[in-house]
């Protein structure tokens, strides 16, 4: 079944591309190699390649070359009090190309009394005829009854869905209660999809902002003093307890403080199949513009949950972010292809003939670790045993490494949702009002790259993990995106680890006055981007095409995420405990109703003596008419208490 839908805007043709001399980075090895690209896919990787005369050529020598990276959280759509973001489609994904971003996934939120698939047609439309580069969409679930069940199994089959998010706050517009969660986890399980949610303790929010606002406060200060970290942290810890019972994957969007962080991060080492997801503006700023004098610039950084005001949380995230089973990589200097291979009779732990060899002495793995990658072209006549089988031309060589991508929080997004200041404004005088979002999708790949490898805390491997492939393995198209490999699209990015940028207001391609990252100086930028097999930005340069943007539909039960789930469920069968049948006495109680019920009394086992009923001491038999419960029941005019509780008493009756 096709996902795809028809498009009005006719597909464009890719360019034929040679990108010479670069660095080729994945998020388990770093090479060096020629790549070909023809028909909008990567065709050839390796030295030497057989291309057809004439076509383009990029000079890639001292840059790296990169999956396009891939922006797993934007909000170019989002209804806010009648209102929608004001970087569109069009300008979101143009922002992002400039950025390196070569693939969204936005989210659908419905509007009041609109279906989910409804919504979803209404994003596919908006998308198609904006969109400059390949995008998909994850579908909010604001409210739950019975019908939503139907609609969430129509989109996985049938629309290529396979993530859906639950809010646990914005109480009475679409917060769900724990036990919707649960239902919800379980169905979402059941589709083999992929459970987000949007964690802040809902009811405690707002209780907050009432007791601000009573005390005078409202700017844009109240939002971040009525969401309080531990708001956070508690809904994040409630999410993962749920979603372990329900056995379902959980990724958690919008990870903004060390609490919840830290929550993350404790689940995923005992094991719970949970994703972690810090922005753009986590990790490149903090929360301490709310109380700017500027009201217009403090009410750019209003997001839910907001921007943490402690300056050691973005350095916090970045280093769980980082965090890994760290191992070297194949970034050393190899000359890989230094001499002819000669045929090697199979894979081993030695060297075959003619292997590279290091051009300079640095530490790193024994080249007896070193192990064929794939082939290197057509040219050359000798064969060799590769993985894959029998190829021809020459083989490529690196350490063999696993992959870093499984640190404590695994993913990057940007939550892009940008409104003007007057948008903004409609809270001037109720910080509650203001919509909520900040910019992040052009900023992203390099506010990761200065936070995260500039600072040392991560590799150029662990870079693209948590860039771009984590993410496509999560919502399952990986290799088509996240990798550079034959086969898989041409979104790369050829990237400049010495470039430097000041983000600026002045200069980016957004639609709002104000970024919140204003005077961030980055090292680490895109020198060209390759979106679909053509250049779209190159030396500064853009040329996009709004509407050239596809959707990529998604399967359902992603390996990277279902594995462990599937063998839980081998292993989590419930069995009851052999006995033999109880046969004694039973007293009879009477069970609490259910609402609209009446209470029953539960009957004693059949056969057996029972013991007299006992009333219910909770239900007073007192009565202001005079008659009570009780009065069919004999009186004695007295009573002897022969050994009361606590010795003996000079009081012999009670009249």
Request: charged share 20%; aromatic share 6%; net charge neutral.
């Amino acid at each position: 079944m096709s996902f795809q839908g028809k498009k009005s805007i006719p597909r464009i043709t890719s360019d034929h591309l040679l990108i010479k001399g670069g660095k080729v980075v994945n998020d388990d090895q770093s090479f060096y190699a020629d790549l070909y690209v023809e028909d909008g896919l990567i065709k050839q990787i390796g030295e030497n390649l057989v291309v057809p005369g004439g076509i383009k050529t990029i000079d890639a020598h001292g840059l790296m070359v990169l999956p396009g990276g891939v922006d797993v959280h934007t909000r170019l759509q989002m209804p806010v009090l009648g209102m929608t973001p004001a970087d569109d489609f069009c300008q979101g994904t143009k922002a992002a190309l400039a950025g390196g971003t070569t693939m969204i996934l936005d989210h659908v939120f419905p509007d009041t009394g609109m279906s989910l698939l409804a919504a979803y047609e209404q994003w596919r439309a908006q998308a198609d005829s904006g969109a400059c580069c390949d995008y998909t969409l994850h579908v909010d679930i604001p409210r739950w009854h019975e019908s939503t069940r139907e609609e969430l199994e129509a989109l996985v089959k049938d629309k290529g869905v396979n993530s859906f998010l639950v809010f646990m706050a914005y109480k009475d517009r679409c917060q769900c209660t724990d036990s919707q969660m649960y239902e919800i986890f379980s169905t979402i399980r059941d589709l083999g999809a992929v459970a987000q949610v949007h964690a802040e303790n809902g009811d405690l929010v707002e209780e907050e902002q009432k007791r601000l606002l009573e005390l005078g406060i409202t700017g844009p200060e109240g939002h971040v003093l009525s969401h309080p970290e531990e708001v956070e942290a508690e809904a994040v810890y409630r999410a993962v307890t749920i979603a372990k019972q329900a056995n379902c994957p959980l990724y958690v969007t919008k990870v903004m403080s060390k609490g919840a962080a830290d929550v993350v991060a404790q689940a995923k080492r005992r094991g719970v199949v949970v994703f972690g997801e810090p922005i753009t503006a986590s990790l490149g700023t903090d929360g301490s513009h709310y109380w700017s004098k500027n009201w217009a610039k403090a009410a750019a950084f209003v997001t839910s949950p907001p921007i943490n005001p402690d300056p050691t949380t973005a350095d916090h995230l970045a280093s769980l972010l980082s965090r890994a089973a760290r191992v070297l990589h194949a970034h050393h200097d190899l000359s890989l292809l230094a001499a002819q291979a000669s045929p090697a009779p199979r894979l081993g732990p030695h060297l075959p003939p003619g292997a590279p060899t290091l051009t300079r002495p640095c530490p790193g793995p024994p080249l007896t670790h070193l192990q064929p990658l794939g082939c290197a072209g057509r040219g050359g006549g000798k064969r060799w045993q590769g993985l894959g089988g029998l190829r021809k031309g020459r083989p490529l060589w690196a350490p063999l490494s696993p992959a870093c991508s499984s640190g404590d929080l695994q993913v990057t997004g940007s939550a892009h949702c940008t409104f003007t200041t007057a948008q903004k404004a409609v809270g001037k005088d109720d910080f509650t009002l203001i919509p909520e979002g900040t910019n992040g999708i052009e900023e992203r790949m390099s506010v990761v790259w200065e936070k995260c490898v500039a600072s040392g805390k991560m590799d150029e491997n662990q870079f693209v993990a948590v860039t771009s492939t984590n993410a496509a393995k999560i919502f399952n198209f990986y290799p088509r995106k996240g990798r550079v490999a034959l086969g898989s699209d041409a979104d790369l990015v050829i990237w400049n680890p010495k470039a430097t940028k000041i983000i600026s207001a002045r200069s980016h391609n957004l639609n709002v006055e104000h970024n919140i990252l204003e005077g961030v100086e980055c090292r680490g930028a895109p020198s060209v981007v390759i979106s679909q097999g053509r250049v779209v930005l190159q030396d500064g340069s853009m040329s996009v095409t709004p509407g050239a943007g596809r959707f990529i539909p998604r399967k359902t039960f992603p390996d990277f995420v279902y594995k462990r789930i599937k063998a839980r469920n081998r292993l989590a069968e419930i069995h009851g405990v052999p006995r033999g049948l109880y046969d004694g006495p039973v007293h009879e109680v009477m069970v609490p109703a259910k609402p609209g019920g009446s209470a029953q009394a539960r009957p004693s086992c059949p056969g057996k003596s029972s013991i007299p009923t006992v009333r219910n001491l909770h239900q007073s038999g007192f009565s202001l008419s005079g008659s009570q419960a009780d009065d069919h029941v004999a009186r004695r005019t007295a009573q002897k208490i022969m050994a009361p509780p606590g010795g003996r008493s000079n009081i012999t009756s009670l009249s």
